[in-house]
């Protein structure tokens, strides 16, 4: 069998194959390689664009009725350069390939993966809406996650889904399901490794992950928020009835609003569920009771982008996630670890080539479209320390696709 040598090329390919597996949450995202770059090499803050799918109204009858077309794109901003420097002498560089392997590139690789999936699900989990269970309780039962396939079924998620659960989830889950009526396989999976099987609960894939983030919630005393003002549409949403300066509610809190339905986005009915609404910034009451909440999804009542049944009626009751009830209720800061059952049409984790070095340092760089990514990896020799200064780098921006494709399962 020939030699393998230690070369840039082949350090490279080694720690990009390492770094896809090392994956977690990243790995079932879509992936996005812009091969634009390849000359040029990106920065820090370039922008690129992803394309979102198209959306119709069936209509009916025999006459033709024509529909604007949405050419919807999703801006993706290359914002986060991840590197793993080290130096090592030119004696250490005389030892054999496994010695470089397992010294360098496997840690590499799995330290930049692990810094991957958590740059990705920090970006991507408070843009989600829909969400099951309840702050500061991890989730027990099996129809917690039920009930997230069931909030993906409404919003016409297809595609294989994934659950990415946080390590106290995982394992409250797995308990649950050993008193389950299981294959003999998928118990001894759930005895041997504390983790659910594959297709089990209408989830296709399950995985624990220490990459996944938790949330704060947003405080208020007692108050009876309602909705202040009919006929509202658009990203935000004016609501009174707060406890006057004693309410801030943070990015990622839910609410439902009483007769605001969603909408299933294939055929435009109502699901006869309330919307689920997440606030995307933090806000406090303005002026006495009231406060403007920025949210998502926006409230359109009709048309190819119709997001719920009709727009909330003044005065319709406000429910929001955790408070102790919807009239006179009060809402305690908790802390959530966030869960997360998804579809790669969640979001994309693009990836672009970054420039080359110059300065009589040395380096490779290996880009693979199918995973989505590319890693350079520069040496440069300091005569004076007999050292070489290495490091290995992605540039790297997550963003969501279609926030419908994902449920956040409170714990």
Not at 99 to 127: G, I, Q, W
Not at 220 to 228: R, W, Y
Not at 369 to 396: A, H, K
Request: proline content about 4%; charged content about 10%.
């Amino acid at each position: 069998m020939a030699n393998t040598l230690v070369t840039s090329t082949w350090v490279t390919k080694e720690t990009a194959a390492g770094y896809v597996n090392n994956l977690v949450f990243a790995a079932n995202l879509t992936k996005q390689y812009n091969d634009s770059f390849q000359v040029s090499g990106a920065h820090m803050g370039d922008t690129i664009n992803v394309r979102l799918p198209q959306r119709f109204v069936a209509t009916h009858g025999q006459a033709l009725q024509l529909q604007n077309i949405f050419d919807q794109t999703t801006p993706i901003t290359l914002n986060d350069q991840i590197n793993v420097g080290f130096a090592f002498s030119s004696a250490q560089q005389s030892t054999s390939v496994d010695d470089v392997r397992s010294r360098y590139v496997k840690p590499a690789a799995m330290t930049l993966a692990n810094a991957a999936d958590v740059s990705a699900y920090a970006t991507l989990f408070p843009n989600v809406y829909s969400s099951v269970g309840t702050p500061g309780t991890t989730p027990s039962s099996t129809l917690t996650y039920l009930q997230a396939g069931g909030k993906l079924d409404d919003l016409a998620v297809n595609g294989k889904r994934y659950a990415t659960l946080d390590v106290a989830a995982a394992f409250t889950i797995a308990n649950s399901a050993t008193t389950l009526f299981n294959p003999t396989g998928e118990i001894t999976k759930i005895f041997k490794e504390g983790l659910m099987g594959s297709n089990q609960l209408n989830i296709n894939e399950w995985r624990k992950s220490q990459s996944t983030q938790t949330r704060t919630t947003g405080t208020f005393t007692a108050s009876t928020p309602l909705v202040n003002g009919a006929t509202q549409t658009g990203s935000t949403i004016n609501i009174n009835g707060w406890a006057s300066g004693a309410t801030t509610l943070k990015r990622g809190d839910k609410f439902v609003v009483a007769g605001v339905f969603s909408v299933n986005p294939v055929n435009y009915t109502s699901t006869g569920r309330l919307q689920q609404f997440v606030i995307t910034a933090d806000t406090a009451d303005a002026v006495g009771v009231t406060a403007t909440l920025p949210i998502s999804p926006s409230i359109i009542t009709s048309g190819q982008l119709q997001t719920v049944s009709n727009s909330p009626a003044s005065g319709a009751v406000v429910t929001v996630l955790g408070a102790t009830s919807a009239a006179g209720g009060t809402l305690a800061t908790t802390v959530s670890p966030q869960s997360l059952v998804y579809t790669k049409d969640f979001g994309v984790l693009a990836s672009a080539d970054l420039v080359m070095p110059e300065g009589g340092a040395n380096g490779s760089r290996i880009a693979d479209p199918e995973w989505g990514i590319s890693i350079r990896w520069v040496r440069q020799y300091q005569i004076g320390t007999d050292q070489n200064d290495s490091r290995f780098d992605i540039l790297i921006g997550p963003a969501v696709l279609q926030a419908r494709c994902a449920v956040v399962v409170e714990g």
